[in-house]
């Protein structure tokens, strides 16, 4: 992105289905600074509304942002690999997360607040944490957005507008932009 003097490397440029895992490792190959996941919500109830933005954690949050992430995770039952984990990956894999969970922390409260700011989303229903497997083994900070529910009509919407969307994605830029600052302080 140039207004950031970055490079944004996507996982897929084509609605094609990659693995969790993959995800993370296209991350991890390129040495990414950043992990982003970007997804839009869903709900039995269609009144739901906003916008979340989530880091991993073991527990989650509350009873809402485990459904995310259990939802979220459901993709893995398409995966022909199962994740084969012992008493050892677990605890590698939790030393690992706890090196960057203050950076994703803070890369989820800038963003939130950057997209409130240039959206003015009066339903911004907040930071949260929950066990997302698209965030776990990444070897950088890593989100994951939840940008609005489609199974809310006037959002669904407002997702498919350009305008909106561009007005989305300037608002993400700018949190990244002013974490990248908060880091270079260091």
Request: with cysteine; net charge negative.
């Amino acid at each position: 992105h140039q207004s950031l003097k970055t490079r944004v490397i996507l996982t897929r440029y084509h609605d094609i289905f990659l693995t969790l895992a993959e995800r993370t490792a296209i991350a991890n190959r390129e040495k990414a600074d950043l992990f982003i996941s970007i997804h839009c919500n869903a709900s039995l109830k269609p009144h739901s509304k906003g916008f979340e933005i989530y880091f991993l954690s073991d527990e989650a949050s509350d009873e809402e942002a485990e459904a995310v992430a259990n939802m979220e995770n459901a993709v893995m039952a398409l995966e022909d690999k199962k994740e084969k984990g012992n008493e050892f990956s677990s605890i590698l894999w939790s030393l690992a997360m706890n090196q960057f969970m203050n950076e994703s922390s803070e890369l989820c409260s800038l963003v939130a607040s950057q997209v409130d700011r240039g959206l003015g989303i009066a339903n911004n229903r907040g930071v949260k944490q929950a066990g997302f497997r698209v965030l776990r083994g990444t070897k950088m900070p890593a989100i994951l957005l939840e940008l609005g529910f489609i199974s809310n009509r006037s959002e669904e919407r407002e997702l498919c507008s350009s305008k909106f969307q561009k007005k989305l994605v300037e608002s993400i830029c700018s949190g990244v932009k002013e974490y990248k600052e908060w880091v270079e302080k260091w």
